[in-house]
């Protein structure tokens, strides 16, 4: 059976190790502080909101969390922007995408202070990715990296493909296993004969959004397979098609049924078990450590700011 990489367990790991930083800087003035910026109503973003804010709480960081309405104009934003970015006691600002179709996402991104930009999203912090220089990271792929340190996974001279080139994920988790001496190759939908790339493989990195879509013609024998994907399906056929052949959970059905969706990564969750040496489930892979990366880096902002390093 391949290593399961467990994210809830590194993600308590990194909350675990936090809390005496946080402890520290309120301590030394004030414990780091996080604001939260959701506009309108979207069910999903609304979660995610909420998680962030639960973990905040958690570990002692100072969140707020602002709900502009969803009629909110560029302009607005850029307002609110223009205060957290000179508010004293706000170390980082994130906020939610996806915005409504008429706001400017690319100007209200670009508003944040990239000091404070703890999404790392701003081409400032990007910049300083590609460039090796310090700054804080994107949350998922500075998420991967640290699962793949503390399981131990070297990533030197290996052979890395990831799947998808999305700013967000794709192209900063290429760079980061670049930034280890990884040799990186990175597909898109426009890649030719993406199977026979994926399998050159010795870590394979799935970010495309397509539910179960790297399937075992995909995978190198004995790959690590990191699937960041997670699509929330509510097509029973499909969900079918993928669990029915999944002899050690049979009743992954019956928790559809109950639930009335599944979530599902980018990668066929039996034919990844069959394949790989280790691979992320999902849930509880990838997903965990999002937030607890985002910690770190408001953690690490509030740090820059009161002088700790
Ligand atoms: P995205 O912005 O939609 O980018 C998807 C990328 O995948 C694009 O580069 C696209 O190629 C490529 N792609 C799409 N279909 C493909 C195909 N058939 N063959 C090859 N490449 C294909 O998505 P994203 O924001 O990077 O997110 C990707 C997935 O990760 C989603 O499921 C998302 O929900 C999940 N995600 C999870 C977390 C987490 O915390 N676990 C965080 C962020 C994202 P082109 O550039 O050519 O269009």
Redesign the pocket.
């Known amino acids: 059976m391949p290593q399961i990489l467990d994210g809830i367990r590194v993600r308590d790991e990194i909350k675990a190790e936090l809390k005496p930083r946080i402890a520290a800087l309120a301590a030394k003035s004030r414990a780091p502080g996080l604001a939260v910026v959701l506009v309108g109503n979207d069910p999903a973003s609304q979660v995610y909101v909420r998680n962030k804010i639960k973990t905040c709480e958690d570990l002692g960081i100072r969140s707020e969390s602002l709900r502009p309405p969803e009629s909110v104009t560029t302009e607005e934003l850029l307002a609110i922007i223009d205060t957290l970015n000179a508010r004293d006691d706000m170390d980082g600002i994130l906020v939610q995408v996806p915005l409504p179709p008429r706001v400017d996402a690319k100007r209200v991104l670009l508003a944040i202070d990239p000091a404070k930009d703890v999404d790392g999203f701003h081409p400032m912090n990007v910049g300083n990715l590609v460039a090796g220089l310090p700054g804080p990271r994107s949350c ?1 792929p500075a998420g991967i990296m640290e699962l793949l340190k503390r399981y131990g996974i070297p990533v030197a001279g290996k052979r890395a493909v990831v ?4 700013v ?3 192209k900063p988790a290429a760079m980061l296993l670049l930034h280890e001496n990884a040799t990186v190759t990175i ?5 030719v004969d ?1 199977a026979a790339v994926c399998r050159e493989g010795e870590i394979l990195v799935a ?4 539910p179960a ?1 790297i399937t075992g013609e995909f995978i190198r024998p004995g790959a690590v397979v990191i699937d ?4 929330r399906v509510t097509d029973r056929a499909l969900a079918a098609r993928i669990f029915s052949r999944d002899r050690n959970d049979p009743d992954k059905m019956a928790a559809f049924d109950k639930r009335g969706f599944v979530w599902m990564g ?1 990668v066929d969750p039996i034919d990844v078990v069959e394949k790989a040496s280790a691979y992320t489930p999902v849930t509880g892979g ?2 965990p450590l ?1 937030i607890a990366m985002l910690m770190t880096n408001t953690v690490a902002a509030a740090e820059r700011r009161a002088g700790l390093c």
């Open positions: 998922t799947v998808g080139r999305s967000n994920v794709g597909c898109h939908s426009r890649t993406l970010a495309l959004g397509r879509m960041v994907g997670q699509t980018d990838v997903g999002t």
